[in-house]
């Protein structure tokens, strides 16, 4: 783990993403020597339970050829280092499923739970480490008192499997010398295969405990301070100042854009003053008439402003226009709850301006026309208040 000279009292922030990135990049991970240990015995004793008769068979050819020697090798005075090569080379490649099996679950112990992580940081010498005061220290830590009462538990544990396993195989391995010696191997190899399964159910207990222990203990030691924290957030996020910055620049351009779309609306509903939305409508294109721009207090001046220079008709009424501020979004359909009374404000604003209202019939030629009568609206009180949209914002909404 990362050296940390700030007391651990101090640590009360949890690790945040990048802190336990840069950890693994330095290859500090989670790792339990308890849980490939374990790995390694149950891989060994399935290994030895599974090829008893292959052991067996392998083992009792190479003694019959290692203790056989031909008359002429007696008088060469090399044979000797030449059998012993052969024999060695035998040896191993009859235990080559069990080292293979031990190697790859030794592999898979140690990456199950930190997963792969290579990193040069460890290679690089830390004379520090050779401080005696700072290995004293590291003796009587939390870590080091888990350490020590792990191997206790492992050794008691162990140690009570082993007496049950040599009380109960005891004889069997009495009665090994009264075999025959491929009987003998056979039978080793299935008694050293039970006696590690039942040593690996033991460490299970013991790996059980120390894998969550170990996890636990990472975390904790790449712990952040308050101050920490505060200062990961500016680098990653950038200084307060200039994301204040940057989404003011984002609030102008946007306002920009929508003040574009001003111009292109069938009308603009205001409050009078304080709230204004502006909506487009296209039968030919739109299942409903969309918000092309809305906003609260000056941005509602610079649109009634831009709507008067255009000639686009404004309706006023504040119920109206606040629940076309507060339920609706920029570019986005209307609120099913407003068809009706967007519908009465279009069909006035259509007669007001002479333009033909869909669906509606042609006045007859000489036919006198009639000033239209603003529409009253029923609009349901709760729509004109802040709570009809989670997180309200005055001004531009983009």
């Avoid at 651990?8 to 308890?34: F, I, M, N, Y």
């Avoid at 190697?103 to 004379?127: C, E, K, M, Q, R």
């Avoid at 709230?275 to 918000?291: E, Q």
Wanted: aromatic fraction near 6%.
């Amino acid at each position: 783990m990362a050296e940390n000279d700030t007391p651990q009292h101090d640590r009360t922030e949890q690790p945040s993403a990048k802190r336990l990135d840069d950890a693994r990049l330095r290859g500090e991970v989670p790792r339990s020597r308890e849980l490939a240990m374990t790995a390694v015995v149950i891989a060994g004793a399935i290994a030895l339970l599974g090829g008893s008769g292959y052991f067996s068979e392998g083992f009792s050819a190479l003694f019959e050829h290692g203790l056989t020697v031909p008359r002429a090798a007696l008088f060469d005075t090399g044979s000797l280092q030449r059998a012993l090569m052969t024999g060695l080379l035998d040896g191993l490649m009859i235990l080559l499923p069990v080292a293979t099996a031990t190697i790859v679950a030794a592999v898979a112990g140690s990456l199950a739970l930190g997963g792969w992580s290579f990193s040069t940081d460890a290679l690089t010498p830390n004379f520090g480490r050779l401080n005696p005061g700072a290995g004293l220290r590291r003796m009587a830590s939390l870590n080091g008192l888990v350490e020590l009462l792990k191997a206790l538990a492992k050794f008691a544990i162990v140690a009570a499997v082993g007496g049950v396993l040599l009380w109960q195989f005891g004889g069997d391995f009495l009665e090994l010398g009264t075999l025959t010696t491929q009987a003998a191997i056979g039978r080793s190899a299935w008694l050293v295969g039970a006696c590690l399964t039942g040593l690996a159910a033991s460490l299970v207990i013991v790996a059980g405990a120390d894998v969550p222990f170990q996890f636990w203990h990472h975390r904790r030691q790449l712990r952040m301070t308050k101050q920490e924290a505060r200062d990961e957030q500016k680098e990653t996020e950038g200084r307060p100042e200039v994301r204040s910055r940057i989404r003011s620049l984002q609030r102008a351009i946007a306002t920009r854009r929508m003040m574009v779309d001003v111009p292109k609306a069938d009308f603009v509903a205001m409050n009078p003053t304080h709230y204004a939305v502006a909506l487009r409508y296209d039968a030919g294109k739109m299942k409903a008439p969309r918000v092309v721009a809305k906003g609260a207090d000056l941005i509602a001046w610079q649109i009634r402003r831009i709507a008067e220079a255009h000639k686009v008709p404004i309706f006023e009424h504040p119920q109206f226009a606040r629940a076309l501020y507060y339920t609706g979004d920029i570019g986005k359909e209307i609120s099913p709850r407003l068809y009706v009374a967007v519908a009465q404000v279009l069909t006035y604003i259509y007669q007001l301006t002479g333009k033909a209202t869909p669906g509606a019939k042609k006045p007859a030629a000489g036919e006198r026309k009639v000033a239209p009568k603003p529409p009253v609206l029923a609009i349901d009180p709760e729509l004109s208040e802040p709570q009809a949209r989670k997180a309200p914002r005055k001004g531009i909404e983009a």
